[in-house]
Structure formats: structure tokens, C-alpha cells
């Protein structure tokens, strides 16, 4: 009896110093976030770096403002995650998706979003350890560390204290693209709540390129990452769900079998796909079907 009674004061004494661990983490981090510069608040883009306490060290997240931003009304959020090799410039420098995002809203056909493109590293969206870069080189290495927990607890409590944007699921979206697109749906299907759309764009979901002894290990059950397995008992009635990928990539197969898991549940989901591969040759004519479905009217 003393024993079990010893037993359950110890685990209730780790539980108490892992909240109290958790609630100094947090405090820490409001404190960083309002440190920060004022935000910005008329249209355009803003780039802003922040240390997170979570990854212990500097990150950053690219906003883009749509055209009559006004700090008196609240917006629809869209967070989009970036592939590999690339940081949160991708959307926005690359891709120009704020020049079709503009050009959208003065058509009327979308309605004013702010977007937001966070740093990801090569993470994969997940959460996977003690932080440390796996490699020699930054550009090319695979980083483990709480990225999951980074994006939820860190990432969107900066976008929501200094943006006026939604902060319900219904306001909510999450999409990616190659690696992003697996980290979006890894969170967005392990977080249905939290949004109301998911999207995935060449999603890099099976295939010789995956890392799969990165992403599926001991602790990390592929049941409770993988997205294609995700797929099937995530609970996603209700949300609306976009999947593309071009007929000559690498990932069609993945992401084609994706579809037909969520078809097969009767779930929301419009899947796209036409000539090209993993280039932005396929990408580019596509950016306004995205904003249509993250953010059309």
C-alpha cells in the first residue's frame, strides 16, 4: 500500500513539474512576443524574427496584409508551410503569392486573408526530439525538435496577438507544399479542431525521397504521424480538404492514395491534378485555385 501510494505522490510530483515546466515556457514566450517591434498595420508584407523558446533559437514568420487591412476588423488566418530547402521567403518571394492574392481581392473573388508563412526548417512539421540540426549544412539537413508544438504554441500565438485575425477554427485555414504539405496535414489531421480547411500541394507523402527513419521511429508510431494513416481515423467531418499534385511527380501515387482514403470516409475533399512535376512550372498556374479554396468567395 505504501508503495502504490509512493508510486502515484512520484508521478503526480513529474506531472506538476512538467506543467510548471510548460506554464514557464509559455510566460517566457508572451514576454518575448511583446518585446517585439509594433506590428505592422496597413497592407503589405512583414518579416518578423523572434526567439523561440521551444527550439532555442531565432525563427521567424513572413505575413502578408491584405489591401484595406485595418486593425478594427478581424480576418480569416491562412497558414502556409513551406517545402524543403526553403524557409518562410518561399510563398511570398518565390512564388509571388501576394501579388496573385492582391489581384484576387480587387477582383472581388477572394476575400480579404491575412497569410501567413512560417519558418519550418526541415522538420517536417513534427515533433521529434531534443532540437539539433541532423547534418552538415543548414540548407539540406533534417532538424529535430518539438516543430509541431513549436507551430502550434509559439507560431500562432504570435500571428494572434499582434494580427487581428481569427482565432476559431472557422477562420482557420493550414496548407503546405511538399514537406509542408505532409506538415500540414500531419497537424492539421492530429488538430482537426483547430481549422476548417487543409490543403496540400505536391504533398510529399510516400516515395524514396521521404525520410522515413527520420519521421517513424520507437516513439514516433507512423500511426500517429503519418498523414496517410492519419487519414483514416482522424475525426474530419466537416472540414473541407484540397489535394493536388501534377501527373509526373514523384508524390502523385502518395497523394492519390490519400484522396482515396478521405473519399472513401465520404469526407469533403477536391482533389487536382494535370500535367507537370515537382516544379513550379505545375505550381505557379495554380496559386489562384489555392486562394479559391482558402480563402473564395
Not at 112 to 135: E, T
Not at 154 to 175: D, Q, T
Request: one cysteine or more.
Amino acid at each position: 500500500m505504501r508503495r502504490n501510494c509512493f508510486i502515484r505522490c512520484a508521478q503526480a510530483a513529474l506531472l506538476l513539474s512538467a506543467l510548471l515546466t510548460l506554464e514557464s515556457c509559455a510566460s517566457k514566450f508572451e514576454k518575448t512576443v511583446s518585446a517585439l517591434p509594433k506590428p505592422r498595420t496597413e497592407a503589405g508584407l512583414e518579416l518578423t524574427e523572434f526567439d523561440s523558446e521551444l527550439l532555442g533559437k531565432k525563427m521567424a514568420v513572413y505575413v502578408y496584409l491584405p489591401p484595406g487591412y485595418s486593425t478594427d476588423k478581424t480576418y480569416p488566418v491562412v497558414y502556409l508551410l513551406h517545402g524543403y530547402s526553403n524557409n518562410e521567403i518561399e510563398w511570398f518571394d518565390y512564388h509571388h503569392l501576394n501579388a496573385v492574392a492582391d489581384r484576387l481581392i480587387a477582383e472581388g473573388k477572394i476575400e480579404p486573408v491575412v497569410i501567413v508563412a512560417p519558418r519550418m526548417d526541415n522538420s517536417w512539421g513534427i515533433d521529434s526530439g531534443k532540437p539539433q540540426m541532423l547534418g552538415p549544412t543548414p540548407r539540406r539537413a533534417l532538424y529535430n525538435g518539438p516543430y509541431e508544438t513549436y507551430f502550434l504554441k509559439e507560431v500562432m500565438y504570435l500571428v494572434e496577438s499582434r494580427y487581428n485575425v481569427s482565432k476559431n477554427a472557422e477562420g482557420r485555414s493550414i496548407g503546405g507544399i511538399s514537406m509542408g504539405g505532409f506538415a500540414a496535414l500531419h497537424i492539421g489531421f492530429r488538430h482537426p479542431e483547430l481549422f476548417a480547411k487543409i490543403g496540400a500541394h505536391s504533398a510529399a507523402l510516400a516515395g524514396t525521397q521521404i525520410p522515413e527513419f527520420f519521421l517513424y521511429t520507437k516513439e514516433q508510431k507512423r500511426s500517429e504521424y503519418d498523414p496517410l494513416e492519419l487519414a483514416k481515423t482522424s475525426k474530419l467531418d466537416g472540414k473541407k480538404i484540397f489535394l493536388d499534385c501534377g501527373e509526373q511527380d514523384g508524390f502523385f501515387a502518395g497523394d492519390t492514395k490519400l484522396k482515396d482514403i478521405l473519399v472513401g470516409r465520404n469526407l469533403n475533399v477536391t482533389f487536382y491534378s494535370a500535367p507537370g512535376a515537382h516544379t513550379a512550372l505545375y505550381w505557379h498556374p495554380n496559386l489562384e485555385r489555392y486562394l479559391l479554396f482558402y480563402a473564395g468567395k
